[in-house]
């Protein structure tokens, strides 16, 4: 009898606890998770939530075992500025954005104007966005705040090493929309960044001083740069994404200002540009210094491009100028596009006079959009390799393969052509109405 008992109770017990546990752990209060209506956030969309998404954030940060930040679904969270800072006790932290996130209107804002929401120095950190978006309403701004005034970037990662994104959407961000800086490491998938193609400026990712960063599965669609690749970056990889409306995928601008700068290490893979003012772009100021180099892009579907296949080492500046530094060009490679162009140069490179070098175009397919019309190439100062490519490249010299020597430089001799800026009457320096604003950039 007690025998039978003891076999019904773990009969009993058997099925209860995994229901029990399922029970747990759709619990929004279970372990380790820290959801911010318990910390007094609204949800409601109209009052502050700010403050109580900071203190969840405290608790997620200082737990001692890995922790989660949930910002629940079905509900709106106003954000006046959000500043989360690591580095976190706990060795790997999340965020689950379920929820919508939306800012103040422009009149009610509080942040500094360059940036919305930062997430800095956060290690390890995962950030899921499935069922979540963060709208940045950036409308107003677009409209009334355009040159000489800054519009903030909506989510700004920095220093935070290996970190993990996944199915992120975000929208109508004033200004960029994900601003990744000094971070080792980042794996975006499933992101989901859209924008009209005129907002101004609204780049979907903006990369600078990082290192082994992935950006793959994702669709981006804005009024600028799909990604744009920054001053210090290294191993940085864009992997089937779709690309467009927008700029396509850029590598600056490098070296404004006079700066040294460098890129190196860039693949761009199985990717497409669909309506893109640009596809596969460099560009490059006249007088900055520094390299870009090792850069593929691989496997390129374009639909109704205007600039496919672009350097442009006289960014910023109409007309080609001559300067003896350049940020310097090589190891570029093109190969596998194919698809329709509706400028008049699907392919144009335009390099310094100093050259850009080891640049070479492999299987290249590109027709105009509109029937029976040729499409052309334009080279300058190109030297490099070139194999079955439509449009046909003459233009590119097949040698040398190397910069010239320092001795060999026209510039270097003491010719009076090689006054950097002719156009600047005494001073190296421009005065900074030469340089267009950081707002009007392309
Ligand atoms: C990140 O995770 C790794 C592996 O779990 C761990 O060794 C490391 O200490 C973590 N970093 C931090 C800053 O917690
Ligand atoms: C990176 O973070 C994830 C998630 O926290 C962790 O599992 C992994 O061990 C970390 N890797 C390293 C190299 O720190
Ligand atoms: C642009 O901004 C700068 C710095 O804030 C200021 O000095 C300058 O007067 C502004 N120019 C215009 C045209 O508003
Ligand atoms: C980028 O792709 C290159 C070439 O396939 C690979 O060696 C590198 O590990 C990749 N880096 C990242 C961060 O995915
Ligand atoms: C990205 O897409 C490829 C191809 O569909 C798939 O094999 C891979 O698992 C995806 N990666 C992620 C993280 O979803
Ligand atoms: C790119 O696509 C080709 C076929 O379209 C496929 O064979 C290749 O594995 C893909 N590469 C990546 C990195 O997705
Ligand atoms: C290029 O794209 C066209 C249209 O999508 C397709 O028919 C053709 O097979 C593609 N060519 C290559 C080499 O991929
Ligand atoms: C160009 O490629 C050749 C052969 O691989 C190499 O010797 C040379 O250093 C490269 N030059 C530049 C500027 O990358
Ligand atoms: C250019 O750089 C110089 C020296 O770093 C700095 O003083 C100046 O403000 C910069 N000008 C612009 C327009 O950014």
Not at 158 to 173: A, H, K
Not at 380 to 409: A, R
Request: neutral net charge; charged residues 15%; hydrophobic residues 35%.
């Amino acid at each position: 009898m007690q025998r039978l008992i003891i076999i019904t109770c773990i009969l009993i017990l058997g099925f209860v606890s995994p229901i029990l546990c399922r029970f747990i752990n759709d619990d929004p209060t279970k372990m380790g998770h820290f959801n911010v209506i318990d910390y007094g956030a609204h949800g409601d969309g109209t009052n502050d939530d700010s403050n109580a998404i900071l203190s969840a954030w405290k608790d997620v940060c200082g737990a001692e075992e890995p922790a989660t930040l949930v910002i629940p679904r079905r509900k709106i969270f106003l954000v006046t500025v959000l500043k989360i800072n690591g580095p976190c006790k706990t060795p790997s932290v999340s965020i689950k954005l379920a929820g919508k996130i939306v800012p103040p209107s422009k009149d009610g804002w509080v942040s500094d104007r360059s940036s919305w929401i930062v997430i800095s120095d956060v290690n390890n950190l995962t950030i899921d966005g499935r069922g979540g978006l963060i709208d940045g309403k950036g409308s107003t701004w677009w409209d009334t705040c355009n040159k000489n005034c800054s519009r903030p970037t909506a989510l700004r990662l920095r220093g935070c090493n290996n970190l993990t994104v996944n199915f992120l959407r975000m929208s109508n961000s004033p200004g960029a929309h994900i601003s990744v800086n000094g971070c080792n490491g980042a794996i975006f998938s499933h992101m989901n960044i859209k924008a009209p193609p005129h907002s101004p400026n609204t780049d979907g990712f903006d990369i600078a001083g990082s290192q082994n960063i992935l950006i793959q599965n994702s669709t981006i669609g804005t009024g600028d740069d799909c990604i744009a690749i920054n001053g210090g970056s290294s191993n940085i990889n864009a992997t089937r994404l779709a690309c467009g409306p927008g700029h396509g995928i850029s590598i600056g601008s490098l070296g404004r200002n006079y700066s040294r700068e460098i890129v190196e290490d860039v693949y761009v893979r199985n990717c497409s540009f669909t309506r893109t003012t640009n596809g596969a772009r460099i560009k490059t100021w006249p007088g900055g210094s520094g390299y870009a180099r090792r850069i593929v892009f691989d496997q390129i579907i374009l639909r109704e491009v205007e600039n496919a296949i672009i350097i442009d080492q006289y960014y910023g500046f109409k007309t080609p100028i001559h300067t003896d530094e350049a940020v310097m060009v090589s190891e570029v490679t093109y190969r596998g596009f194919n698809g329709t162009s509706v400028g008049d140069d699907a392919i144009n490179l335009k390099c310094s006079t100093l050259g850009c070098f080891n640049i070479t175009l492999d299987d290249i397919h590109i027709i105009s959009s509109q029937a029976n019309k040729p499409t052309h190439a334009f080279c300058e100062n190109v030297h490099g390799t070139f194999e079955d490519t439509l449009p046909k490249v003459s233009c590119i010299s097949q040698s040398p393969s190397s910069f010239p020597s320092p001795s060999l430089s026209p510039f270097l001799s003491s010719s009076p052509l090689s006054l950097p800026f002719p156009f600047l009457s005494s001073s190296l320096s421009p005065s900074p109405s030469l340089l267009p604003s950081p707002y009007e950039g392309a």
